[in-house]
């Protein structure tokens, strides 16, 4: 697992910077219920996508949530007042406080299945009845775009998607969300060359091969053997799921 306080100086820049953040702001954005006046961006990250989402109109109200220190620093020079240092799997807020709820790129990371449930079911608590949470799925399979680098990572050790889009709507169905459209957006700048690839094995990017792994020094120099060491290939395509959560029946009063 990657130390987010140590990366995030270069998380930005080494993820796509701000043609990805456009992107992915630009998918969520599309998946807000009509006339959503408050949004929580949870695991916010640097903010770079939290920042798009703020300037995306006057009516919508964006509060970034991050537990990493360095991290919830860097969303809150972007987003000054605007940003809470938290646990996603213990939201500080109240039921039913926003409009949407987001969390791109978190699920993945998470390596306990209750941890991905606990968070799924807070975003659905502080969710209002008629809200949408919106949330990225099967993010590592994202990256699979068939090239020579994924034939060489295909025989790493697997490692189960806790993001598994079913698993996660399953998540959601239990916590009294319905299923609410989906939306795909390309990770801009996000093609990785065979170089790229080794630099973020040795930094631990693949989790089954943290640095020092005993294999790790083999797939590195699988990669290198490769051609093109410079040429980045193709984007990853990242998806996104909505779900609503329904809004509370009326109930008729009777007349005698």
């Known amino acids: 697992m990657l130390d987010y306080d140590k990366e995030a100086e270069r998380y930005d820049a080494s993820r796509g910077g701000e043609p990805r953040a456009a992107a992915a702001a630009e998918a969520v954005l599309g998946l ?22 703020a300037a995306a109109g006057d009516a919508l109200r964006v509060t970034g949530v991050d537990l990493s220190p360095a991290m919830a620093r ?11 240092r938290a646990d996603s799997r213990h939201l500080p807020f109240r039921e039913a406080r926003f409009d949407a709820v987001s969390s791109v790129w978190l699920l993945h990371l998470v390596d306990d299945a209750r941890d991905v449930r606990r ?21 590592g399979a994202s990256h699979n775009v068939g090239s020579d680098i994924d034939g060489v990572l295909a025989s790493r050790p697997p490692r189960p998607a806790s993001d598994a889009d079913a698993l996660v709507e399953a998540y959601a169905v239990g916590c009294g969300l319905v299923p609410a459209g989906r939306a795909r957006f390309p990770g801009r700048g996000q093609g990785r060359s065979p170089r790229r690839a080794i630099a ?7 989790v089954t091969l943290p640095p ?13 053997a490769l051609p093109d060491q410079d040429r980045p290939r193709p984007e990853p395509e990242f998806t996104l799921r909505a779900f609503r959560k329904p809004p509370v029946p009326r109930t ?3 007349t005698p």
């Open 74 to 84: 860097q969303a809150a020079a972007r987003l000054p007042g605007a940003i809470v």
């Open 252 to 254: 008729r009063g009777r």
């Open 32 to 53: 807000l219920p009509p006339g959503a006046r408050s949004l929580l961006d949870v695991a916010c990250g640097t903010g770079i996508v939290t920042r798009r989402l």
């Open 212 to 224: 020092g792994h005993p294999l790790a020094d083999e797939f590195a120099a699988r990669l290198a």
């Open 200 to 206: 973020d094995l040795r930094r631990g990017w693949f």
């Open 119 to 139: 968070i799924v079911a807070e975003c659905a608590r502080v969710l209002r009845p008629g809200g949408v949470y919106i949330t990225t799925v099967d993010k």
